[in-house]
């Protein structure tokens, strides 16, 4: 979930970050644009006073010292002014004569933004201002103002800037904006990080407990202590929902276990009865051989039905054990009972330790070892191997009996259910439920395979790690 929401929260902090630093980008780049357009403004303001007074008037025929001196003093300004700035300058008459210009080779255009600028001046306006210039064009900006005298337009002052120190100031004011947006995602990424997680935390716990309970663990439960309002409600209500189950489940347990120990008295005594009397039937009567036989599969019933009960309800004793040498034992003890069904059994046990319940995990052997050697054909093998798998141990029995289907697969281990081909083979349908619910108290696990080429694996896993209390 985290990894859905984190994407959204962070597209969501993006967004409101460029919303605000497109326009506050543009705003710096016109800000940057008007000082220029100012600076230039004032400069033809200054150009045009001191034009004022080089244009030929009545008192003063052209060509007048006084005349020529005044024009000399613009020339020199403005070639004073281009050499510093690199700004062209010049003062056009109407006709487009140049009065001054610096440099002199620059003359009017006779179309473009400086022919534009001209004749808007004409018409005793400045110019309007220049389209915005961006960091990635070279556009150079023009500004043009009137020269008057006795209201009329005698002339017009141009001004032909170039563009690069402005570009650069705005692409400098982008690159904070840049470096600041960046600094606000990444506070906004980091409080994204902790605010999910401080959300998704107590979804995370329930999670883990709901698979715990669902393996088994009926005692987990969740601490209602952080996330929203909503979740903490939610985690107590899980709570009261997991403690209603393991009662309703406690209940059930203990009513097999009763049931199968009140029962164990009255088949005992029934079975005693029948044997009292086989002796005073004929010998060899089938219909009482056939009871006693019934008898004593309820009897071997009940006794699985109170392991079960037991089992579930029991607690694991965990310690550090080594599997190898306890698999080792069982492969030993299961061997005789092998040999006489003319079945090899045999073990590939190298020490390997794990944290498991001893006895827990002997009976569970013993289970599935009694399970290979009664499905093995005489003359075929059934192997026991332990091998460590990182956090995990194993200990795989195959056999090279019959096997199972895929359906069957997905039902063996359930209560009482056995397969359609096996009915006639003893038992009750309980030894691999009693063994689930041995190594589920334990923190292991079993699962069931295909064996190549017949046949069927079983795997019994177990942890290596010291579990958490």
């Known amino acids: 979930m985290r990894t859905r929401l984190l994407p959204l929260l962070i597209v969501l ?57 005044r024009r000399e003093v613009l020339k020199r300004e403005l070639l004073s002014y281009y050499e ?14 140049p009065m001054a210009n610096a440099p002199t080779s620059w003359d009017l255009p006779e179309t473009g933004e400086v022919r534009d600028a001209f004749e808007e001046a004409l018409l005793s306006r400045r110019s309007h201002d220049p389209r915005q210039v961006w960091p990635w064009q070279r556009n150079r900006l023009i500004v043009a103002s009137p020269v008057i005298r006795d209201g009329d337009v005698v002339a017009v002052v141009v001004t032909d800037s170039p563009t690069g120190h402005m570009r650069s100031r705005i692409l400098n004011g982008w690159l904070i904006i840049a470096a600041g947006e960046s600094a606000a995602m ?19 716990v329930l999670d883990a407990t709901t698979h715990d309970i669902a393996t088994g663990r009926l005692k987990s439960r969740v601490a209602a202590a952080g996330g929203p309002p909503e979740l903490r409600r939610l985690a107590r209500s899980f709570n009261e929902m997991a403690d209603n189950v393991e009662g309703v489940l406690e209940q059930q347990r203990a009513f097999v276990a009763d049931a199968s120990h009140q029962l164990r008295n009255p088949l005992a005594a029934l079975l005693l009865r ?104 005489e003359d075929e093998r059934v192997e026991v191997t332990v091998a460590a798998n990182g956090d995990t141990a194993t200990i795989v029995v195959t056999d090279n009996g019959p096997g199972l289907t895929d359906e069957e697969l997905a039902r063996v281990g359930d209560r009482f259910w056995r397969s359609g081909r096996h009915q006639n083979i003893k038992g009750s349908g309980l030894g691999l439920s009693i063994t689930r619910a041995l190594l589920t108290a334990a923190g292991g696990s079993i699962s069931y395979g295909h064996h190549e080429p017949r046949g069927l694996t079983v795997t019994v896993t177990v942890p290596r790690s010291e579990p958490v209390a």
């Not at 600076?39 to 008192?59: E, G, K, S, Y």
């Not at 700035?85 to 487009?96: E, S, T």
């Not at 990444?186 to 995370?204: K, N």
């Not at 034992?329 to 059994?345: C, H, I, M, N, Y």
């Open 186 to 204: 990444l506070l906004a990424v980091g409080a994204a990080l902790r605010l999910t997680g401080w959300v998704l935390r107590p979804v995370r």
């Open 84 to 97: 510093v700035y690199g700004i062209r300058a010049g003062v056009f008459y109407r006709n487009d004569a």
């Open 274 to 377: 029948m044997e009292l009397l086989a002796f005073e039937m004929p010998e060899g009567n089938q219909e009482i051989a056939s009871v006693q036989a019934e008898g004593k599969r309820l009897a071997q019933v009940l006794d699985d039905l109170l392991d079960l009960a037991l089992a579930e309800h029991a607690e694991a004793d965990l310690r550090l054990t080594d599997i190898g040498e306890l698999a080792t034992e069982r492969v030993a003890a299961w061997s005789p009972t092998a040999e006489a069904k003319g079945v090899r059994l045999v073990g590939d046990c190298p020490p390997t330790t794990a944290w498991v319940d001893p006895v827990t995990l002997s009976s569970a052997l013993d289970a599935v070892i009694d399970n290979a050697v009664k499905f093995t054909p």
């Open 13 to 69: 902090m993006a967004a409101v970050l460029l919303a605000l630093g497109f326009p506050l980008a543009v705003s710096v780049a016109g800000a940057q644009q008007q000082n220029v357009v100012v600076d230039r403004i004032d400069d033809t303001a200054r150009f045009a006073a001191l034009a004022q007074f080089v244009t030929d008037t009545p008192t003063r025929p052209t060509g007048s010292t006084s005349t020529d001196e």
